[in-house]
């Protein structure tokens, strides 16, 4: 009676498995089928075993007869690549257990970990912690130490952004030195200057071995003219987008993701679309769809085309949180609500031209016959662009409802009000009919409840369609997005600090 057979199974470093068949295993084939199937590997392997004629070193199996009991096999991935190293490999196994299409679920933190190195190099960094406790010895640091501590901090920001801004170098090589005193440098003005410069060379170097092992967010740039990370050529976040350019989830390809998104195109020409389809589908597609709109940069005519569904308030709401891991409308209304009322005594305690506008605002929000809540949030937007000084002339328009013309601008809001209603072009549209957001001189989305609800969702498109911020507006977008919404570091230009003290 055949009996269980029982492996140890490395499939990456970092991923070690026990598994159990329910008999051995006839041929090599027949093992490595099994395998796969236990092991739900999405590409093609050979294995090696740890064989006791030489130390348990590994060695390429070959037939099934030389697999001792209870063995302990790696697996090597097939997948074929013309420059894929070993290094590549190892990062390819792991990217393809990747459950979710999403590569990074946090932002960047507040306070960044340095990880653990392995247990020699975290031994001599104890020892020279000691040291430099001791006596103020600062430790030599060695090549093969150095090599090690750089690419255990490349992989660990990589999990966060692959294009770290200065800041986040400041804020790895700051860490390190505080965890590892040791490692100081008492010839730089800040300690761990040269540290930082080490982690930037380092960073470029592990970008490369992505793009050999097809990484998404860096494969893009692969091809580009001249340096590769120059600034002026490079596809990478601008908006703290924790995935920006995702890699395609296990088990997906091109083909097997333009289906769904054919069938989702299909939905949604029906009168009751499928919400559950939709949402599947678009969460699966999502890293064909963030290509696309990051390599090609289509027209918004052609998006609305390809993917309708992107531009329903569920799904601006479920790509946004996709991009940022935030949830768009939730945490935009709560800012909103949190802030109005310190907003609106900034407002009438503001003077000149400024003052002027502003005060009208409030005169009509105090006047309006809606309900409080709209009017006063906006009152707030429209006089949030007013105190960083900036033009909502071409941004925010409107018009009679017998007489709808859709404005010609890149980007805007389209307020229609009845034709009874009292209008001035800088005015409040309060008593509104429909509410439209404007993309490249389209209706993007219609039937919306204000000008709040318009606002949140433009921010939300925005992100989803890989666009600009509107030039007359970048820094009312930008208070949004770095006070409202908190992506993004601390520091801020003086001008959105000076409102956010007046804020706070």
Wanted: with cysteine.
């Amino acid at each position: 009676m055949e009996t269980r057979t029982v492996l140890r199974v490395i499939v990456t470093d970092n991923d070690i498995r026990k598994v159990t068949l329910p008999s051995k295993p006839q041929t090599l084939d027949s093992l490595i089928e099994q395998l796969g199937q236990h092991l739900d590997l999405p590409y093609t392997f050979s294995l090696q075993y740890e064989d006791a004629d030489f130390n348990n070193a590994l060695v390429n199996l070959t037939d099934i007869a030389d697999l001792p009991e209870k063995p302990t096999l790696k697996v090597i991935s097939l997948v074929t690549s013309p420059t894929l190293s070993q290094a590549d490999t190892d990062i390819m196994s792991v990217n393809s257990q990747e459950e979710s299409p999403l590569t990074r679920q946090d932002p960047w933190p507040e306070t960044f970990e340095i990880p653990s190195f392995s247990v020699n190099v975290e031994y001599r960094l104890r020892q020279g912690n000691l040291l430099f406790m001791r006596d103020k010895t600062y430790l030599q640091v060695p090549r093969d130490m150095k090599h090690e501590v750089l690419e255990k901090l490349a992989e660990a920001m990589y999990k966060f952004k692959a294009y770290p801004r200065e800041e986040d170098f400041n804020d790895v090589a700051s860490a390190l030195v505080k965890k590892h005193p040791c490692l100081f440098e008492p010839g730089s003005s800040t300690g761990w200057n040269g540290w930082k410069n080490s982690i930037k060379f380092k960073m470029v170097n592990y970008r490369s071995k992505l793009r050999r092992a097809g990484c998404t967010d860096v494969l893009v740039n692969s091809m580009k003219r001249g340096s590769q990370d120059s600034p002026r050529n490079v596809k990478k976040p601008k908006r703290f987008e924790i995935n920006f350019l995702p890699n395609m989830p296990a088990g997906e390809n091109e083909s097997s993701m333009e289906s769904k998104r054919l069938e989702i195109v299909e939905e949604m020409k029906k009168r009751h679309p499928s919400s559950t389809l939709i949402a599947q589908y678009m969460d699966i597609t999502f890293s064909l769809r963030r290509k696309e709109l990051v390599e090609k940069e289509p027209s918004v005519k052609e998006t609305l085309q390809r993917w309708p569904a992107l531009f329903r308030e569920s799904q601006i709401i479920a790509e946004f949180n996709r991009i940022t891991s935030k949830n768009l409308k939730q945490e935009f209304f709560s800012a909103l609500a949190k802030n109005t009322s310190r907003f609106l005594e900034i407002f009438e305690s503001k003077k000149g031209t400024a003052g002027k506008k502003l005060s009208e605002y409030l005169i009509q929000m105090k006047s309006a016959n809606i309900t409080d809540v709209t009017a006063r949030r906006t009152a707030v937007l429209r006089g949030l662009a007013v105190l960083l000084g900036e033009d909502t002339t071409d941004f925010f328009k409107t018009c009679f409802d017998i007489d709808i013309v859709t404005p010609q601008v890149s980007i805007g809001i389209l307020t229609v009000v009845p034709e009874d209603s009292p209008m001035s072009p800088q005015g409040l549209p309060l008593e509104v009919t429909d509410t439209a957001i404007i993309l490249e001189g389209l209706i993007a989305m219609d039937g919306l409840e204000n000008v709040p609800h318009a606002m949140c969702f433009v921010f939300g498109l925005i992100y989803a369609l890989n666009m600009e911020y509107p030039s007359q507006l970048k820094y009312t977008f930008e208070f949004i997005q770095r006070v409202f919404l908190s992506l993004g570091h601390k520091s801020l230009k003086p001008k959105l600090q000076s409102l956010k003290n007046l804020l706070f």
